[in-house]
């Protein structure tokens, strides 16, 4: 299984998009915790724009970095949305409303309830009608959409965008599914070469998941279920020639070989 | 694609356990729906409602405590059924528990186990939701991790979230992993149990009937929501007779986040795509087995769709009118439904239809009929504009 890396993007704790991003992951850089800078969705009509929790908004934040870097058109691109957890504090709001004598869910919080909002959005934003899948696999979310976008690159041969973004739960879930920062990744991929472009071999593995020498990144990588692709991002940010585990299911992995473009 | 077989399938639903259950309830017109409530809802309208789960026998055995919630009951109940579990470990022995992947589509998973827990909560000092394994029973991933120690399975696995298209596109995610090698062959599930969540989320949208769902009448008024799970096994090549997976097509509306497009543009794209994938021209379908929920928004999109895809003349109908609409598990469900429909050479009805909304033009089915039937399309459209057409045929 081999496919091609067009582009990626992040955004996360001291990683606001690739281009800043870049030389931290491959250690020309030491990682410093910056003030973030304000960010509003770029693509999204207003009225969307609106109404989109902060899962959502977290998804495009990567997926527009990737794209900013990108020659592919996005109405032809496939997208997989893959997130351990989507939007907990609309849930949350629901399940609140639930407890109470009057049972008033908000219309609005229910359909930004799905697990799939985000690809929703993106497919309103974008105009894509392309294939959009969303996955879930707890902490191995982010290998378990790695290998759906590399189905619908080989198996359909569609150019595919991956998403993995994950935000804090609200304080009523926080002794549920603990988690304190919010990240997201995105990754343009190809099965065809071309010039610049990266190529990836994937294949299941027991070895152990690969982990960050620097301990800052290494702490961000197990803070969120999209950050277990740091270091995914700091092969292909060194150039590649390396050989990376990314956590899956049950202790095993799915290794990537991250060959230079 | 090349066709991939279906040597097993099973399916629960409130017209009973396993695949007879339902081929009974096809054939006599008698639906699972019933005027009453679910876990204190006042909501008058009727549901789906798997009664066996809230028996005692249901519960899940201690080592099992922390998976314990009605998603994870319904799915060890559909494993129960059909010899499936056996099935599976036929395969297992031959293939090798590392070479068989698990697809599961859930819109919901535990999240009622979430919902006991807020309320438990609620009324304590303090007001937060008590202690629960979130990642167990809410978190989507939990029904498929069960499916695969259930099933003592550790090959590749996906959880496919998508709304009402989740285990439709199940399918779709199972045939690319066994198209590029990653899997010798497929569990595919479906499964979404009742939790208020989605009862009263709907009834916010102003979606479900009071009347019992009645897809294509010129009255309907909604979606009657029910709980189902089923699975089937997908692999290269099938015993003889098996039938297969011919295609599936998948596509986004680029509209709204919980209303269909009106033309069903979107619904059009997956129904091209999947006769795409499998190479087929319209005429070779028999069947379309529609999603018709019975919104008045959703079935007037789909039949669009169909016309301007199929014509006029292909029968089809929606089965909602027996089990209800099981969202996340609708796909699965509806697969096993075409094909019972391919193995026992059913056409099935439209079930509560009594007058067929003039605005209409697909040939919606009113009696339920013996005839040959060799290929299936079944129809499935999510929230976000997720849309999934799948294409099942009689044995090669």
Known sequence: MELFVDAAGVAAPGLHGWEQAAPVLCGARAWTELAEPPYAPQLLPPNERRR????????????????????????QVAAVFATSDADLAVMD??????????????PTDFHNSVHNAASGYWSIATGCRRPATTVCGYDGTLAMGLLEAAGLALADG????????????????????????????????????????????????AQPESRLAAPALERLRTA??????????AALAGGGGQSIVLPYLDGRGLQVDVHPA | MKPLAISQFTVTTACGGGKAALLDALRNGTSGLRRSGFDG?????WIGKIDALESPAAALPAAEAAWECRANRLVAAALREDGFSDAVAALRERLGAERIGVFVGTSAAGLHRAELAYRQGAAAPGGVPAPFDYEHTQNMNSCAAFVRR?????????????????????????????????CDAAVVGGVDALCLTTLYGFNALQLISVDICRPADARRN????????????????????APVLLGYGESGDAHHMSAPEPDGRGAREAMRAALHSAALAPAAVDYINLHGTGTAANDLAEDRAVCAVFGSATACSSTKGWTGHTLGAAGMVEAAVSL?????????????????????????????????????????????????????????
Not at chain 1, 224 to 230: D, I, K, S, T
């Open chain 1, 93 to 106: 709001r629901i399940a609140g409303a639930l407890c109470r004598p009057v049972r008033n869910v908000s």
């Open chain 2, 41 to 45: 809802s006042a909501l008058d309208c």
């Open chain 1, 158 to 205: 569609m150019d595919v965008l991956l998403v993995a973004f994950d935000v804090p739960p609200p304080v009523a879930l926080q002794a549920a599914r603990p988690r304190e920062i919010a990240a997201s990744l995105a990754l343009l991929l190809s099965a065809q070469h071309a010039p610049g472009r990266p190529r990836l071999r994937l294949g299941m593995t």
């Open chain 1, 224 to 233: 969120n279920p999209a950050l277990r692709g740091l270091p995914l991002l």
């Open chain 2, 150 to 182: 259930r099933l003592g399975l550790h090959g590749c696995a996906a959880t496919v979230s998508a709304a009402c298209a989740s285990s439709a596109k199940a399918f779709a995610a199972a045939a690319r992993a066994i198209r590029m090698g990653l």
């Open chain 2, 340 to 396: 019972l429909c391919i193995e026992h050479g059913i056409v099935p009805r439209s079930l509560n239809t009594r007058e067929r909304d003039p605005q209409l033009h697909a040939a919606v089915q009113l009696q339920t009929r013996s005839a040959p039937v060799a290929c299936v399309l079944s129809n499935s459209f999510g929230f976000g504009g997720n849309n999934c057409s799948l294409l099942f045929g009689a044995a090669q």
């Open chain 2, 222 to 241: 909604g979606i009657s929501i029910g709980e189902a799970c089923g699975f089937a096994i997908l692999l290269p090549q099938g015993p003889p007779g």
């Open chain 1, 52 to 75: 989109a929790p902060p899962g959502v908004r977290q998804a495009f934040r990567a997926a527009e970095d990737a794209w900013s870097r990108s020659r592919l058109d996005l109405a």
